[in-house]
């Protein structure tokens, strides 16, 4: 959010919900896809987050993340992936093979790089 | 009773009138195949290679010449069916040149028009440079250049499905049917022809009805990197490159999103045809609110009409693939040829 | 870009637009924010055109901000209007010219409602017989002013004494239009051009000599939104709305923006003040502001009148850039002189000033 909340105004500019493709990150979702080929079959059906043992207590949508991967949106997923309990449910139920359970732990690697610039 | 005395007329001569006189032909009937194009073949004409094994489109066109080949048949071209009525036991053809025929049976296959993509406004066809439909596409793929309007290669281009169909804003409420796979059969033929080019769909369901579809869907986001987006593509315009931009939501994300694009593809649905609709009107021929003729039984009389002697065959009753065409013509044929034998 | 392809959706959506005698309905916004663009219209119509243009004073508000803003109901809004067409058919006039494009979304949604619903028509008849014992016919024709203008327009250019030309360099001024939503967004069929590719501004500055920009986000909401602006805290929901618009046709450079809406016009020219105290942003050449004037401020320009006059110095960003490239003189010692000479309130923090 630009200026401050506290101007003579009493309001700002409020923030973009936009997804900017053209100025989007596309390093997690390169990361992921190079190690992970099968992150590219998910057809975003949500079998995934409903066997989700994790989705089921706390705010976490893996069929989510994956667009969000996708399209280079990689803030709103910076507490999400750290909640997985690698219990492998998805991996059991996915119609199209993706390997999920290795997709988040791709996911979680690949953010903790990007925040350390090594992407 | 001779087979061979019988004469049939067969409106429009693209896949199913080409399948339906070459089956008819073949069972000792007299034929006249009528076209109000100068050459027979319809819509297949322009297509380069075909869902879902991308086959060149040239094999079924030879197939269907062959079919035709037959000196049972007589094609006239150039000349468009204006009314078809009863008189008595027999079928009146009157033809746009003035003239008249008189048939024992009759067939219409006078097809589809695609989409006129001008109405969809807020996509910019005819306005925007680089903003073509799916069968433009299909002739730069005849002429191996896919290239913007002036001479660059794209780096990205946009497909939108549903373009004229599963839209009331321009009274089409149907599914054309055949869009959603011919966007991802010509996304994999770009992705083949320009590897650096990315490709993105944008859908409002995936509907891969037909037989090696899904499989078709599943190997353009394996081996051709396909990307897939859900949502309606609200509006395009274009930047100060001249680069497209479009609005879309990314509704599995729940966002709204943009992107720049080269080439946006608009992948336009069927409509009854206008000849189809003017025959139809002047024949007091029944059509459905999808504006398709109007067949005797939804499920066990889908060739038959009201009129006693006329069947129906292919896209004019539906929007429907090649397989399905020519199918559904032969089944015209059995039900024409049924009638024959009964009369 | 072809321009072929905008002339076929503009021969799609041709309306009737009369040709004389017209019952003017005023809108709020504008005889407060920018008086002049109202009175040049009246100027314009009557000395130069040779129109009949009828005001009645008892005309009022139509409620339309009301009405958006969830305190006026559609019964009584329907009333309102249906009183104005009362005072129109009592003056014997049957063609409305509605200076806002509030009103004009307004008074489209009413005679729409009135022809799927005609229950609703004969009950506002008898609402408004209840309420003031006047009756009233529908009238033949609404047309909003900048229908009248665009209609006019090369006549207007006939009389030109300037032009939408940068003088010093002889090429045409980069003009963005900007059209208000309820102009033909709700009801396409009554804007010239349509909603996707409104020619009604197009048109004038063509036929006046300037080029039109069409940017990405053309299309998009000034960020009025009634609701949204009338509560303070909620009003970064219409800066957001300007700014994308801003920055979207920053790169183009425009040289101005003409706008057919009373709120589009004053937001958009406010907002940039705005944004320029919160962020310190401007998206004008030179770090300056891009003027936005009404189109009857360009019609009035361009027939020669006095910027002071019309009332260009009662908006936020000044448009004296705008005077220079165009070639007319106007001091701008005298922008806050009134009538007899004395000196008005000047407003601070003006931008191009
Ligand atoms: S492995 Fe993780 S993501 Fe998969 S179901 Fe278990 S908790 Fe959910
Ligand atoms: S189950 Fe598989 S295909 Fe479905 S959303 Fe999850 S990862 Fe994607
Ligand atoms: S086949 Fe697909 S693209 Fe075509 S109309 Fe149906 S859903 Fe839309």
Known sequence: MS???????????NRSRLIDYDSSDRLVREYITSREP???????????????????????????????IRRGEIDPLRDEVTRCMLCGKCLLVCPRGVNTRNVVLLAAEAIRKLDRNEL | MSVASKHVVVAGGGVAGMEAAGALAELGHRVTLIEKEQKPGGHLKQWH??????????????YLSRRIDNRNIRLFTGVGVDKIRKEGHELCIELSDGSELTADAAIIATGFDLFDAHRKEEYGYGIYDNVITSAELEDMFNTGKITTADGRTPSRIGLIHCVGSRDEKVNNNHCSKVCCVTAVKQAIEVRQKLPGCEVFCFYMDMRMYGPYYEELYRESQEQHNVNYIRGKVSEASVNIDNR??????????????????????????????????RLAEASGLDRGINRFLETGDHHYGNNISHLKGLFYAGTCTAPMNITDTISHARAAVAEAVRYLNTR | MKLEGKKRIWADYQKEIPDDHFFYVRSCIRQTFF??????????????????????PRHTTCTGIGYHGDVVPFETIQTVVARHFALATEAGYKNI????????GIYSEILETWKHFPETLERTRED?????????????TISHTSDIIYKFRDEIARKAKYNLVDLST????????HIGCHYSKMFPKYGVGGAEFPHVLVGMVESWGGDIIDYPERRHCCGFGFRQYLVQANRGYSLFASRKKFESMEPYRPDMIIANCPGCTMFMDRWQYTIREIDGITYGADDQGIPVLTYEEVAGLILGYDPWEIGLQYHNVQSLPLLRKMGIKADPTKRFLAKDGSRLPEPVNLMNS
């Open chain 3, 35 to 56: 008086a002049g663009s109202e009175q040049y219209f009246l100027k314009i119509m009557r000395d130069d055109l040779g129109k009949d243009v009828f005001e009645d």
């Open chain 1, 3 to 13: 200026g401050s909340t506290r101007n003579k105004f009493g309001f700002t500019v």
């Open chain 1, 38 to 68: 099968s992150f590219r079959l998910c057809f975003a059906c949500g079998g995934c987050t409903a066997a989700c043992t994790a989705g089921h207590h706390a705010p976490f949508n893996l069929r989510r993340m994956n667009t969000l």
């Open chain 3, 128 to 140: 408004l017989l209840k309420a003031t014992g006047r009756t009233f016919e529908v009238p033949e």
């Open chain 2, 244 to 277: 497209l931009v479009i609005k879309v939501e990314d509704t599995l994300a729940g966002r709204p999103l943009r992107m720049e694009l080269d080439m946006l593809v608009l992948m336009v649905g069927m409509e009854m045809s206008k000849a189809g609709t």
């Open chain 3, 97 to 104: 010219a509605i200076s806002c494009v509030t009103s004009f």
């Open chain 2, 49 to 62: 290679a075909l869902f879902p094994d991308r086959r060149p489109a040239d094999e079924v066109r030879k």
């Open chain 3, 170 to 177: 002889g090429k045409p001024l980069k003009v963005v239009e």
